[in-house]
């Protein structure tokens, strides 16, 4: 029943390709018109491994790499991104240029003997200008003005008609404690340009790591490449194998039944040949998508050949000389490191918030008046005298000269009683930051486990290969063996078959051993540069 079963399943595909074809022959032609150019937009669409042969070097690669791959396109744009952000941070302590002008006209109804007439009306004219601006340093801010107006009235008993009085006033005001060395403002500044080195180091992360994918598959590809090789060479000796056994058939010296076994043989490595195949399509297209920079890329649809081979002679390992250089140069270090100085900017500010608000403000005034004056004599001032004429320069004159000064200098003094919340905040910080360092040394020791592992591995992986090289030697010797022996009569064709099975798989493995190392110096050089993972070490808000 399941050999019906499996004829069955074989046959169903022809049958509808049959029924398919035949239902093709009564199709109008227009569907044959869409199918060609369905077909035809296929063959437009870029396939990769479909364009020229384009040899590859390493170096290449890598280059390629930084040029074009997306991770790191990406990652380029962060600091950049941080920088406009800092821009607008620092914004807070650009000068701020401010100005009025206005004109206001007012009536109002005489309430008094002293307002000059039954309504009292008033023309006023203002032309001000100032400037402030808060000072990075010493967190202080400081802020001047110079304010102009202009008054006309109908009431009798004003001495300057029109009025024009001009004013002169700057003011300081800087902390002495609280915001005197940080303050909300300088806090994001420092954390935010901390941020803009802890970017730069996570672009260098994603190239490090981006050129460490790109030499594991570019290894990848030439192990696929040689394994393919050596498949190759398997299904020829099985077919060789199966030609001699059909030639010793014809001429009687063999029974026809031997050589069904051959042919199985062959069968099973053209299975794992295919297999090779496509194991050499999926390796190069994990290459392609680390070193082009979108389907567009010539080395999107072209066949890669990689050029260059491993070398089985690594140098001499240090392993406390690149113990000292993974603890300098780990860009997770360098990470951690740096988001401890962030949590010693905060550290910093919530200090500063359980400091006394203790600010010094003073300031300087200038005041000027001018105008028309009129003088008065008499009880009350009710004969006006001969007008004396004058202006506006009458008010800038006694401002430059100072007759009117007015100044003040004060100190205001803020503390709660008791303990705030910005002590049990700064309290509570200080312990996380001992976490923190705590932290930070845990990471250094995993970062020498990881180091010291890996050398391990290198040195392990050596002695793999020499094993290796001596078990396919003797592979080979042993299969040339048997084939002598079974042309000769002395052996079995079960024999010639095993003999050939365990050459590929010494083959296999030696090739496995050899890209093992490839990788494991990949893996040495990167883990003394960088780790998979951006993770750091905790932020103290």
Known sequence: MRILRHRFLI?????????????????????????????????AIQTPGTGPNADLTLEDAIARALERNLDIAVERLNPQVIDLSLAQQLSVYRPTLSSTFGNNSRTNPSS????????????TSTFNGGIDQAIQ??????????????????????????????????SYTQPLLRGFSIDSNRQQIQVTRINRDIADIDLRQTMTNTVSSVRNAYWDLVYANQTLAVQQQALELAESLVR?????????????????????????????????????????????????GGTDDEFWTATLNPVDLPTLDPEPIDLQAVIRAALDERTDLARSRRQLDINNVNLSSMRNNTLPSVDLVGSYQLQGQGGT???RSGLGGGIIGTPIPGGITDAFNQL???????????????????????????????????????????????VATEVTTAVVQVQAIERRIEAAIAARELAQEQMAAEQSRFEAGLSTQFFVVQAQRDLATAQDTELRAILDQQKALVELDRVQRTSLSGAGISIVQ
């Not at 400081?142 to 107006?149: H, L, S, T």
């Not at 042919?263 to 290459?287: D, K, M, P």
């Not at 007759?403 to 003094?413: E, G, M």
């Not at 919340?421 to 995993?446: H, N, S, T």
């Open 112 to 123: 008094t003997q002293l307002d000059g007439g039954e309504a009292v009306v008033s023309d």
């Open 244 to 292: 001699d056994n059909q030639a010793r058939v014809e001429i009687g010296t063999l029974a026809p039944l031997e050589i069904v076994q051959a042919q199985s043989e062959a069968a099973a490595r053209r299975q794992t040949l295919a297999q090779a195949q496509q194991n050499l399509a999926t390796t190069e297209l994990v290459l392609k998508q680390l070193i082009v």
């Open 11 to 43: 046959g169903l595909p022809a049958f509808v390709l049959a029924a398919a074809t035949a239902g093709a022959q009564t199709t109008d032609s227009g569907i044959t018109d869409l199918l060609a150019q369905a077909t035809a937009r296929l063959n």
């Open 373 to 375: 004056r009129f003088e």
């Open 400 to 446: 430059f000269d100072a007759a009117f000064p007015v100044w003040s200098l004060q100190l205001n003094v803020s503390y709660p009683l008791g303990q705030s919340a910005a002590d049990a905040a700064y309290a509570r910080a200080r312990i996380q930051v001992q976490q923190v360092q705590a932290q930070l040394r845990q990471l250094e020791l995993q």
């Open 137 to 170: 340093w010493g967190g202080g801010s400081y802020q001047v003005n110079f304010n102009n107006n202009r008054t006309a009235t109908n009431n009798l008993f004003s001495s300057f008609n029109p009025s024009y009085r001009s004013t002169f006033q700057a």
